[in-house]
């Protein structure tokens, strides 16, 4: 059964160790927001949220962990659920994650090219420990911090990752991320309506509560947050009165 509470997730995204947004995963269109991800992982804490999207993005564009030191900092020093994703190619990397204080590792390439791989760290870790993102454009799945587009359609990833005891997935429209334009509030229903029983957390675009109480009613296992957060388009208010409701 599923968990029902509603999970909220603010997402930090990384690069050179400060606290950056992309727009459609563009590292040309780069937004700069805080020099300290631990300070802003303690102001989340401190308004109330219990989990947090840690994403290396200089690991997820060169297929190495880069940002290692940073999650070990703010698991050492906030009580929030981790999880962290970017550059998670082998063992030792997971391994690494996990040691350096996540909860959950973050894993999308290696769920489209090494599958077996994938199988072999859900039948060690669990499957609560692992989170797919798959990143879609075009209905398409996309890789290697989107810089790369595959002809694996995303209701085929879905049924194949399935199978093999994939539960948890967060799901983005890249041409959506970013822009605060909305989300794909017909992907995800599409999605949760045809494979019912997988816990899908809907992110990129997201702008407002309404869309959010709607992402929630439809059956959504949460949203990330990211820009509208940093922006002020989802004030702190906004965000409490949320989490009382969740």
């Not at 309404?210 to 949203?223: M, N, R, S, W």
Request: glycine share 8%.
């Amino acid at each position: 059964m599923k968990d029902k509470k509603f999970k909220i997730i603010p997402s930090i995204d990384l690069i050179d160790g400060i606290c950056v947004r992309l727009t459609q995963g563009d590292y040309l269109r780069k937004d700069h927001y805080n020099k300290d991800p631990l300070k802003v992982s303690l102001y989340f804490q401190d308004i109330g949220i219990s989990r947090l999207h840690l994403v290396d993005l200089d690991g997820a564009k060169s297929g190495k962990i880069s940002h290692w030191r940073v999650l070990e900092k703010i698991s050492k020093n906030t009580d929030i659920t981790i999880d962290f994703g970017g550059g998670i190619k082998r063992d030792q990397d997971i391994r690494v994650v996990f040691e350096c204080g996540a909860t959950i590792a973050t894993i999308g390439s290696i769920a489209v090219k090494n599958l077996q791989l994938m199988k072999k760290w859900i039948k060690f870790y669990g499957s609560n420990k692992i989170f797919i993102g798959m990143d879609v454009n075009n209905k398409k799945i996309a890789i290697n911090g989107w810089k790369k587009m595959t002809d694996i359609y995303y209701c085929h990833f879905l049924k194949e990752t399935i199978s093999s005891g994939v539960e948890n997935y967060f799901c983005t429209d890249i041409s959506k991320d970013g822009l605060l334009s909305g989300s794909s509030l017909e992907l995800y229903e599409l999605i949760i309506t045809t494979y019912p029983k997988t816990k899908i957390v809907a992110s990129g675009g997201i702008s407002n509560f309404t869309e959010i109480q709607y992402l929630k009613d439809i059956g959504c296992y949460g949203i990330i947050l990211g820009k509208a957060l940093y922006e002020n388009k989802i004030t702190i208010s906004t965000l409490r009165e949320i989490m009382k409701k969740c």
